[in-house]
């Protein structure tokens, strides 16, 4: 069920989303975004800059080892990749 009509909206403003979306749900979201997004309307997404690295004293399945994976996915699909990505 679409709780949206198709093409409603001439801007959409999201933020901080980055850590209540899990990494696999982002195409999705985004998918949504524009499926209600009027033709010629804006979409404007603001996240932090999470600049991050791990030298492995980082344990195995922590928190912060999941959320760098989803925001280089993310930086990739918005802005062609990420400053951290290429240090």
């Known amino acids: ?3 949206v009509d ?3 909206f001439d801007f959409i403003h999201s ?3 980055n850590g209540g979306i899990k990494a696999e749900q982002w195409d999705g979201y985004v998918e949504d975004i524009f499926r209600i997004l ?3 309307g804006w979409v404007q997404m603001a996240e932090t800059n ?7 004293s ?4 922590s928190a912060y080892l999941k959320v760098h994976p989803m ?3 993310l930086c990739g699909f918005l802005f ?8």
């Open 50 to 56: 999470m600049i991050t690295w791990d030298d492995d």
């Open 1 to 3: 069920m679409k709780l």
């Open 71 to 73: 925001w280089s996915w």
């Open 58 to 61: 980082v344990p195995e399945g």
């Open 15 to 17: 933020r901080m989303l």
């Open 38 to 40: 009027k033709p010629g």
């Open 80 to 87: 062609g990749g990420c400053v951290a990505d290429a240090v």
């Open 6 to 8: 198709e093409g409603k």
